[in-house]
């Protein structure tokens, strides 16, 4: 062999040989994620004293007592879920509910007051003011059985109507004002109150035994004459269905025993739901208020209806 070619083979022998001590490379690490900050649910019972009321902004004010390993006893707002709460509290109420907060280590990641009850109401009565009934409490409310207390007010005809004017009917009452904003409030109560007309159509012989009454509690804007506009926009049929609007003294008869809070705020009338059935012996056969009230359907009131007739006419 050519010396030349030894060097060949010799080099070639060496690179095979340097090829053959080489490691693989390993691939590059990915790069470490940090873990995912554990959220962690807690319950507390929430005990304080409601400061404000904001129904409007779905927002309470509570001072309220120290959360033992959570919180210093202070005064905060609060935007529960369940709007009925703003049906339920007063300022000056003593309150207690239970309250989640999720913590994300140390950091509150949010709260949520799930539910409140009144355990001291704070002393209240009826208050009328130039603007109307400012303020009420919930005094003892009627139960089924019990005589409804009597009460005038002027219909859309501009004519004088007692509630005792319509004995000897069976009365479906509901309290309202025309420039309600809440589609939800009165605007929905209306909507139910023409279903319920309706249905009465059905059966004429139970339509002349019924009689449907929307009162406002907003005098001072609810005229005869605003109410018989109203009522035409909504189909009401009088003596059948009638829109009518009591003062305030005559709404603080009645109104306290059913149920009914109103006061005037800036731009309209905070109010909740009541619906009362009333026989034609003047007695309450069943009340629903608040969200009871708006969730009562008009099956459910045409139901009833149909069953009070029925056990009258046998």
């Given at each position: 062999?050519?010396p030349h070619?030894?060097v060949?083979?010799a080099?070639l022998?060496?690179?095979?040989?340097?090829?053959?001590?080489q490691?693989?490379?390993?691939?590059?690490?990915a790069?470490?994620?940090?873990?995912?900050?554990?959220v962690e649910a807690?319950?507390y019972?929430?005990?304080g004293v409601?400061?404000?009321v904001?129904?409007k902004d779905?927002?309470?004010?509570?001072?309220?007592?120290?959360?033992?390993?959570?919180?210093?006893a202070?005064t905060?707002d609060?935007?529960p879920?369940d709007k009925?709460i703003?049906?339920?509290?007063?300022?000056?109420?003593e309150v207690?509910g239970?309250?989640e907060v999720?913590?994300e280590g140390?950091?509150v990641?949010d709260?949520?007051?799930l539910?409140?009850e009144?355990?001291?109401?704070?002393p209240?009565?009826?208050?009328l003011?130039?603007?109307?009934?400012?303020?009420?409490?919930?005094?003892?409310?009627l139960?089924?059985?019990?005589?409804v207390?009597?009460f005038?007010?002027?219909?859309?005809e501009g004519?004088?109507?007692?509630?005792?004017?319509?004995k000897?009917?069976?009365v479906v009452l509901?309290?309202?004002y025309?420039?309600?904003?809440?589609?939800?409030?009165?605007?929905?109560v209306?909507?139910k109150?023409?279903q319920?007309?309706?249905?009465?159509?059905?059966k004429?012989?139970?339509?002349d035994?019924?009689?449907?009454?929307?009162?406002s509690?907003?005098?001072?804007?609810d005229?005869?004459e605003?109410?018989?506009?109203h009522?035409?926009l909504?189909?009401?049929?009088?003596?059948y269905w009638t829109?009518?609007?009591?003062?305030?003294p005559?709404?603080?008869?009645v109104?306290p025993k059913?149920?009914?809070?109103y006061?005037?705020m800036?731009?309209?009338?905070?109010h909740?739901?009541?619906?009362?059935l009333i026989?034609?012996?003047?007695?309450?056969?069943?009340?629903?208020?608040?969200?009871?009230g708006?969730d009562?359907s008009a099956?459910?009131?045409?139901?009833?209806?149909?069953k009070?007739l029925t056990k009258?006419n046998?």
């Amino acid at each position: 062999m050519r010396p030349h070619m030894l060097v060949a083979v010799a080099i070639l022998g060496a690179l095979a040989g340097c090829q053959s001590e080489q490691k693989p490379i390993a691939p590059p690490s990915a790069p470490k994620v940090a873990a995912e900050p554990k959220v962690e649910a807690k319950s507390y019972r929430l005990k304080g004293v409601v400061r404000e009321v904001n129904a409007k902004d779905g927002i309470v004010t509570i001072a309220h007592e120290e959360l033992p390993g959570f919180m210093k006893a202070m005064t905060m707002d609060f935007t529960p879920k369940d709007k009925s709460i703003f049906e339920e509290v007063g300022v000056g109420d003593e309150v207690e509910g239970p309250l989640e907060v999720r913590m994300e280590g140390k950091t509150v990641k949010d709260y949520n007051l799930l539910s409140l009850e009144v355990t001291q109401p704070a002393p209240r009565t009826l208050s009328l003011t130039a603007n109307g009934l400012a303020i009420t409490t919930k005094p003892a409310v009627l139960t089924p059985g019990e005589t409804v207390p009597d009460f005038k007010m002027t219909t859309q005809e501009g004519k004088p109507l007692a509630l005792s004017d319509l004995k000897g009917k069976l009365v479906v009452l509901t309290f309202i004002y025309t420039r309600c904003p809440l589609p939800d409030y009165c605007p929905a109560v209306d909507k139910k109150f023409r279903q319920v007309r309706d249905g009465l159509k059905l059966k004429p012989e139970r339509a002349d035994a019924t009689r449907i009454v929307s009162v406002s509690f907003d005098p001072e804007h609810d005229t005869p004459e605003t109410l018989k506009k109203h009522g035409g926009l909504q189909g009401a049929n009088p003596p059948y269905w009638t829109f009518a609007v009591a003062s305030h003294p005559e709404l603080a008869k009645v109104g306290p025993k059913l149920g009914l809070i109103y006061g005037p705020m800036p731009n309209e009338i905070r109010h909740n739901i009541v619906i009362a059935l009333i026989g034609a012996d003047g007695k309450l056969i069943k009340l629903e208020s608040g969200r009871a009230g708006m969730d009562w359907s008009a099956n459910d009131i045409l139901n009833i209806i149909n069953k009070e007739l029925t056990k009258t006419n046998k």
